[in-house]
């Protein structure tokens, strides 16, 4: 699993929280590998796919979506797993998913989503 939580110009105060929470509902059953900027996230892609799934933040930092051609970047470099939208914004994730994302989920939603895209059940 990799989640790239985008702080370009400005901290992002919740990613921190959320990828706490994360781990806590997923009951440390996954590694995360983040990265603090697009430049970092293509460095990432760059070397080994060897993910299971990637969750990308819709906007860095800011109101519009902008992480469209990172999206379209890993897929070119041939990563087939899915890729989740994060947004709570649903125009957002659907620009993502025209780009290349497989699913799209709120914040609060990515948990039980990785759950049950890598081991087939709800969460616990």
């Known amino acids: 699993l990799i989640y790239f939580p985008f702080h370009l110009m400005e901290k992002v105060e919740d990613e921190e929280l959320f990828v706490k929470a994360w781990m806590g509902l997923l009951k440390n059953e996954v590694e995360i590998v983040s990265s603090s900027t697009i430049e970092d996230a293509e460095r990432i892609v760059g070397g080994s796919l060897d993910f299971a799934l990637m969750v990308v933040d819709c906007c860095v930092p800011g ?6 051609a990172l999206v379209r970047l890993i897929r070119e470099k041939g990563f087939k797993e899915p890729i989740i939208a994060k947004s709570t914004d649903s125009s957002f994730t659907t620009a993502l998913l025209n780009d290349g994302a497989s699913h799209r989920a709120a ?3 990515v948990p039980p989503l ?3 895209l890598l081991f087939g059940t709800a969460p616990r």
Do not use: A, S, V, Y
């Open 114 to 116: 990785i759950r049950n």
């Open 63 to 68: 109101n519009k979506p902008n992480t469209q």
């Open 107 to 109: 914040p609060w939603e």
